[in-house]
């Protein structure tokens, strides 16, 4: 048993005025003598207990009743950090030492139940995907320590390029991580899906930043592809889709229209790839009323999967 659990139940003996002493300690876990007063100074020394000794009682008592240990009355803390450590598993950080570090210092720093607690959250994203962590750490490295960050990056149409980066900030979009960068082979500022970095090293010190995130660069529309809003969509959404979207955040800038038949839901959208594909997900409880080059869109891809089971 670790010395936070034996100190928890020490502490709980000194709430209920039981007058606990070394004795205790060592008669209840099997302990020495000398750990069972390491066990007690860390508990009057470190988490600041009100200790005192009853010579009468032989054994010692709070002087401050209204005393608790950290997180003993913050069941809602020790919830999110559980879930905290979760959420990282799922987002593909699993694997990184630090993590396996950061979940045997919580167990230790925080209330016994957090082991539990960890039993009994299940978090589950799909299409997670797995980081290398000696390519996460680099990223961090020169993110933090304003490096240059060079990369070999492999597109979605499969080529592939050395890059220099200068990291501005990380983002976690759905379950996958990205990296919104400078780039100076595009001069430009791109958006680099990380699961397809396939190494990546740090580079010198970055002097003063001259390339910060333009504003609303993220968040000017719709979805994880970036830039500047070409139009507001207008979709219909009928029968269960008006009931789940309806209580769904899209986009900041998102409004919902409430009609006869569902509801109409308007966002301004930069590029039509995301879209197309959340509208697909609907099916036919879905319907583009603007624009009409998105509508073209969605119907020309439905004829494509309509031809696909002929």
Same mark, same amino acid.
């Given at each position: 048993?670790?010395?936070?659990?034996?100190?928890?139940?020490?502490?709980?003996?000194?709430?209920?005025?039981?007058?606990?002493?070394?004795?205790?300690?060592?008669?209840?876990?099997?302990?020495?003598?000398?750990?069972?007063?390491?066990?007690?100074?860390?508990?009057?020394?470190?988490?600041?207990?009100?200790?005192?000794?009853?010579?009468?009682?032989?054994?010692?008592?709070?002087?401050?009743?209204?005393?608790?240990?950290?997180?003993?009355?913050?069941?809602?803390?020790?919830?999110?950090?559980?879930?905290?450590?979760?959420? @990282?598993?799922?987002?593909?950080?699993?694997?990184?030492?630090?993590?396996?570090?950061?979940?045997?210092?919580?167990?230790?720093?925080?209330?016994?139940?957090?082991?539990?607690?960890?039993?009994?959250?299940?978090?589950?994203?799909?299409?997670?995907?797995?980081?290398?962590?000696?390519?996460?750490?680099?990223?961090?490295?020169?993110?933090?320590?304003?490096?240059?960050?060079?990369?070999?990056?492999?597109?979605?149409?499969?080529?592939?390029?050395?890059?220099?980066?200068?990291?501005?900030?990380?983002?976690?979009?759905?379950?996958?991580?990205?990296?919104?960068?400078?780039?100076?082979?595009?001069?430009?500022?791109?958006?680099?899906?990380?699961?397809?970095?396939?190494?990546?090293?740090?580079?010198?010190?970055?002097?003063?930043?001259?390339?910060?995130?333009?504003?609303?660069?993220?968040?000017? @529309?719709?979805?994880?592809?970036?830039?500047?809003?070409?139009?507001?969509?207008?979709?219909?959404?009928?029968?269960?889709?008006?009931?789940?979207?309806?209580?769904?955040?899209?986009?900041?800038?998102?409004?919902?229209?409430?009609?006869?038949?569902?509801?109409?839901?308007?966002?301004?959208?930069?590029?039509?790839?995301?879209?197309?594909?959340?509208?697909?997900?609907?099916?036919?409880?879905?319907?583009?009323?603007?624009?009409?080059?998105?509508?073209?869109?969605?119907?020309?891809? @439905?004829?494509?999967?309509?031809?696909?089971?002929?």
């Amino acid at each position: 048993m670790s010395q936070l659990e034996r100190i928890y139940a020490f502490h709980q003996k000194l709430k209920n005025n039981r007058f606990p002493n070394a004795r205790t300690l060592v008669e209840e876990f099997e302990l020495s003598r000398a750990t069972a007063h390491r066990d007690i100074s860390y508990l009057r020394d470190r988490l600041l207990a009100p200790l005192a000794f009853n010579s009468v009682h032989n054994g010692y008592y709070y002087t401050d009743n209204d005393f608790t240990l950290p997180f003993e009355d913050s069941p809602k803390l020790l919830f999110l950090m559980g879930l905290l450590k979760k959420m @990282a598993d799922e987002a593909g950080l699993a694997n990184l030492p630090e993590m396996k570090k950061l979940e045997n210092r919580l167990s230790q720093l925080i209330a016994p139940g957090y082991e539990r607690l960890m039993e009994n959250i299940l978090c589950q994203w799909i299409e997670v995907e797995n980081l290398e962590p000696a390519i996460f750490e680099s990223i961090i490295e020169a993110l933090l320590q304003e490096k240059l960050l060079v990369i070999r990056y492999t597109s979605a149409n499969a080529r592939q390029s050395i890059r220099t980066l200068e990291p501005l900030q990380l983002v976690n979009y759905q379950g996958s991580w990205y990296l919104l960068a400078y780039c100076y082979l595009r001069k430009d500022h791109r958006l680099f899906h990380m699961a397809r970095i396939t190494n990546a090293t740090t580079g010198g010190k970055l002097g003063k930043r001259s390339h910060p995130v333009p504003k609303a660069y993220l968040d000017d @529309a719709f979805g994880i592809f970036t830039g500047m809003t070409r139009y507001h969509a207008k979709i219909l959404f009928t029968g269960t889709a008006a009931e789940m979207v309806r209580r769904q955040h899209w986009h900041r800038n998102q409004t919902i229209e409430h009609c006869n038949n569902g509801i109409i839901l308007a966002l301004p959208v930069a590029d039509d790839r995301e879209i197309t594909m959340k509208i697909l997900q609907y099916g036919s409880m879905a319907k583009v009323l603007e624009p009409a080059s998105l509508q073209k869109r969605i119907a020309d891809e @439905a004829k494509k999967m309509v031809k696909l089971y002929h």
